[in-house]
């Protein structure tokens, strides 16, 4: 089960390549619906911060530190603190592609792996190497429909148009 998750993070590089290249268009990549959302630039970083040093990096402590909680993280205080807006959007998506890259080849290359292997998360309970694995991939999920739906909200105010024709959102 575990290499079919794998598999997926793998494969959802083509997917999240596909979603953000060739946005020429620098007012789409920071446009916001309303000033408390994040933009397509800002949602890139933080996939980009969230797998170098969130997912893998949990994934790796729990798996060498079992019982062990690992230092925190604040993604929500990043955006302001490491300068979303201020980063160039063509980079930013080169190195979270390299990142996953990174990601895809270290999971492959880890051998007898126990995937229980676990810690108490101050919230969230036991957090077992296995379970973060699994949310990585549906983190990559929940960002995906979210560059969607902003790409979706952009065309709409961009023309004007109403979307009945095409359907319910």
């Given at each position: 089960m575990n290499d079919i998750i794998i598999f997926q993070?793998?494969?959802?590089?083509?997917?999240f390549k596909k979603l953000l290249q060739d946005?020429?268009?620098?007012?789409?990549?920071?446009?916001?619906p309303d000033k408390d959302?994040?933009?397509i630039l800002e949602v890139l970083c933080h996939l980009y911060d969230e797998e170098k040093e969130d997912f893998k990096f949990r994934t790796k402590w729990v798996l060498e530190n079992p019982g062990k909680v690992p230092p925190s993280t604040d993604?929500?205080?990043w955006v302001t603190e490491r300068?979303?807006?201020e980063q160039n959007?063509?980079?930013?998506?080169?190195?979270?592609?390299?990142?996953?890259?990174d990601s895809i080849m270290w999971l492959k290359s880890i051998e007898n792996v126990n995937w229980h292997n676990a810690?108490?998360?101050?919230t969230l309970g036991k957090l077992s190497a296995r379970s973060i694995l699994v949310n990585w991939l549906a983190h990559d999920y929940i960002h995906m429909r979210q560059i969607i739906k902003l790409k979706y909200d952009y065309i709409k105010e961009l023309t004007?148009?109403?979307?009945?024709?095409?359907?319910?959102?």
């Amino acid at each position: 089960m575990n290499d079919i998750i794998i598999f997926q993070l793998q494969k959802n590089i083509s997917v999240f390549k596909k979603l953000l290249q060739d946005i020429s268009d620098i007012e789409i990549c920071t446009w916001k619906p309303d000033k408390d959302r994040w933009c397509i630039l800002e949602v890139l970083c933080h996939l980009y911060d969230e797998e170098k040093e969130d997912f893998k990096f949990r994934t790796k402590w729990v798996l060498e530190n079992p019982g062990k909680v690992p230092p925190s993280t604040d993604p929500e205080a990043w955006v302001t603190e490491r300068k979303y807006m201020e980063q160039n959007y063509v980079e930013m998506l080169k190195k979270f592609i390299a990142e996953r890259i990174d990601s895809i080849m270290w999971l492959k290359s880890i051998e007898n792996v126990n995937w229980h292997n676990a810690y108490e998360h101050p919230t969230l309970g036991k957090l077992s190497a296995r379970s973060i694995l699994v949310n990585w991939l549906a983190h990559d999920y929940i960002h995906m429909r979210q560059i969607i739906k902003l790409k979706y909200d952009y065309i709409k105010e961009l023309t004007g148009e109403e979307f009945q024709y095409a359907g319910s959102w």
